[in-house]
């Protein structure tokens, strides 16, 4: 008993110590979990491993692994426009019976809707396919869409503007940005009133994107790590595998304890029930500094973030 108090304690001093800005809010007692949340620089709370729904096929599928990621206790849901996939999600997130106000949920602007009128009426889809009254979250999902190329910092700073409002309007709690790197963020801040929440980003041992973490942490803008995982590229690395052995844990397990021991805020996604489980039991083990050392050496193991400037969507 003496041992499990102490070592959790050990492991909350350790992850408070690296996590330098934001507030960890700790739920419930001394030890991290699903329902644990970090503060956003607006003071609202996000609960600090969400569930990722990107490729996860409309329908049946998206709604039960939304249900059985709400009933296995993550509090934190990821989707988009883009990933066709809100009606079904916004279902899960009702027949699991889980209260609403419980959950945090983000989705975010496509590509096709950069602009003041444009994201104006992608807010309202979106809550209407989500069939919510507010979303927690909601990220302009690519600065720079081929479609705009001439124009993205100008259409950046109308979908912000419309973004500022809904969130005066009492439509979404934070806003945010995703795929930013430092040029686009600057750009941003020349007109905006709200300074994003989070910044969105692939983040995992292939690529740590120093400049994008560097931007972000000088205005206190929270990492989310998509990819965690990087799409399953990195369930096959040996390395991972020989920390995951020493462990006593599974590779994807050590992937996102990794991304935690580092403050950001991990975005696993799965749609095979095992897997969804399994991915939430990251809270009773610690990387070394070593073994972080080790995993933060593998950049390019798999591959790289995509570059938004030179993106063909
Ligand atoms: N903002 C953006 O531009 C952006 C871009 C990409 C992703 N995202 C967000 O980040 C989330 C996660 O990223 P991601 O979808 O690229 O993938 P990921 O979470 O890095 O990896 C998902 C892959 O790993 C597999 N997997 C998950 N848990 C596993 C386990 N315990 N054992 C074995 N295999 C496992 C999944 O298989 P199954 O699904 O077959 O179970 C899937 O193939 C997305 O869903 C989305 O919400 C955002």
């Given amino acids: 008993m003496f041992f499990f108090f102490s070592k959790s304690y050990h492991l909350l001093l350790t992850i408070s110590k690296i996590y330098n800005k934001h507030e960890l809010i700790i739920c419930g007692g001394i030890t991290m979990a699903l329902t644990d949340t970090y503060k956003l620089n607006n003071g609202v709370e996000i609960p600090v491993v969400g569930f990722g729904t990107w490729q996860t096929p409309d329908g049946d599928v998206a709604r039960e692994s939304v249900k059985t ?19 079904s999600v916004g279902q899960g997130i009702k027949e699991s019976g889980v209260n609403r106000h419980d959950i945090f949920l983000t989705t975010k602007l496509w590509n096709d809707s950069h602009g003041y009128e444009a994201t104006k009426k992608a807010i309202d889809l979106s809550l209407q396919k989500l069939d919510t009254d507010y979303l927690d979250l909601y990220l302009i999902h690519w600065p720079n869409p081929v479609s705009v190329r001439e124009h993205w910092a100008e259409l950046n700073a109308e979908s912000w503007q419309a973004m500022e409002e809904a969130v005066k309007a009492g439509k979404i709690r934070a806003i945010g940005i995703s795929n930013f790197r430092k040029h686009h963020l600057d750009e941003l801040l020349k007109t905006a009133n709200i300074v994003p929440a989070v910044n969105q980003n692939y983040l995992n041992p292939s690529d740590l994107q120093p400049d994008v973490l560097a931007a972000n942490k000088e205005h206190d803008i929270l990492n989310e790590a998509y990819s965690p995982l990087g799409t399953g590229d990195l369930l096959r690395n040996e390395l991972v595998a020989e920390v995951a052995a020493a ?3 599974s590779v994807p397990q050590v992937l996102l304890r ?23 039991d990251i809270f009773d083990f610690e990387l070394t500094d070593d073994e972080m050392k080790k995993l933060d050496g593998l950049r390019g193991v798999t591959h790289l973030a995509t570059d938004p400037d030179t993106a063909t969507f």
């Fill in 69 to 87: 990621a709400l009933e296995v206790g993550y509090r934190h849901i990821d989707t988009a426009a883009a990933y066709g996939n809100e009606v």
């Fill in 247 to 249: 462990h006593n844990h």
């Fill in 258 to 280: 990794w991304s935690l021991q580092h403050g950001f805020l991990p975005l696993p996604k799965s749609v095979h029930a095992e897997y969804i489980k399994s991915n939430t």
